[in-house]
């Protein structure tokens, strides 16, 4: 039987942060929805990433819900560092991005939303973030990728 916090299936997202020219996208599971007036996300960043460098920096990022089909991108966004792979120069290869609100975003994402960082705290090997939804897009009506879909492709571990 799986550990009790790998029972529940979560949404699969990824995290496109910049500061200045330097830009960088992740995965990122960790997410939850935590007040609906005003709209706020906490988001868990891993420590020492560029993704939470960039977005610290830039004190807002955008969190991408990502779409069933976007399971292709587990390799490149959530096993590899955005220190030693320029991930966006291959994104940008495959013709998988555009912009939106100043960030380059992934194009086939389920939706996105741009976040502003209110808060944040240590949460031992992730940073927590309290983030205000700035604006939201719905970009696309499809099924979103889960965890349960990365497992059952053998993406993830049990």
């Not at 995290?15 to 200045?20: D, L, T």
């Not at 495959?94 to 100043?102: C, L, P, S, Y």
């Not at 389920?110 to 992730?126: F, P």
Request: glycine share 6%.
């Amino acid at each position: 039987m799986k550990k009790p916090w790998n029972r529940v299936d979560l949404p699969v997202y990824s995290v496109s942060s910049r500061h200045g020219t330097d830009e960088n996208m992740h995965i990122c599971t960790y997410v939850s929805a935590v007040s609906m007036e005003p709209k706020r996300f906490m988001v868990a960043l891993f420590k020492g990433t560029k993704t939470l460098e960039l977005a610290g920096a830039e004190r807002r990022f955008v969190l991408q819900l990502l779409a069933e089909g976007d399971h292709g991108l587990i390799a490149l966004l959530g096993r590899q560092s955005g220190h030693q792979v320029d991930k966006m120069a291959r994104l940008r290869k495959r013709k998988m991005i555009t912009e939106w609100k100043g960030f380059t975003v992934l194009s086939n994402a389920a939706a996105w939303l741009e976040l502003s960082i209110i808060d944040e705290m240590d949460a031992g090997d992730h940073v927590m973030m309290l983030c205000d939804v700035i604006a939201s897009k719905n970009v696309q009506d499809t099924k979103i990728l889960t965890l349960d879909m990365l497992r059952e492709r053998g993406l993830i571990r049990n």
